[in-house]
């Protein structure tokens, strides 16, 4: 039986949670409130980079590692809408 795969936003939230030292539920934020304004500090913001980078099985390209890329929940999950259909299109091919 196989379980589908969780969605992005469950994803984002989940690494904020486990990584991003918020003094607030990162489950309870609207997808465009300020993060560092809920208390998301630029060392937190790197350490969710990583952990969505682990989770996800994702690389970010230098070109989205900003602070606006981690501003809010519905930026940074555009970002990994971006690395992940990247990522997918460049998957190479199964050996035949």
């Known amino acids: 039986m196989t379980h ?3 969605t992005r936003d469950t994803i984002v939230r989940s690494s904020l949670h ?11 934020l609207g997808d465009d409130e300020n993060l560092f304004d809920a208390g998301l500090s630029s060392h937190a ?5 990583v952990d969505l980078e682990e989770s996800a ?3 970010f390209p230098d070109h ?23 990522s997918a299109a460049v998957q190479p091919e199964a050996s035949r």
């Open 64 to 86: 989205l590692l900003r602070r606006s890329t981690f501003s809010t929940i519905a930026t940074i999950r555009d970002a990994l809408d971006h690395v992940s259909d990247t």
């Open 45 to 49: 913001s790197v350490a969710v980079l």
């Open 18 to 28: 486990r990584a991003g030292r918020l003094p607030v539920d990162p489950w309870t």
């Open 4 to 6: 589908p795969s969780p």
């Open 57 to 59: 099985q994702v690389e």
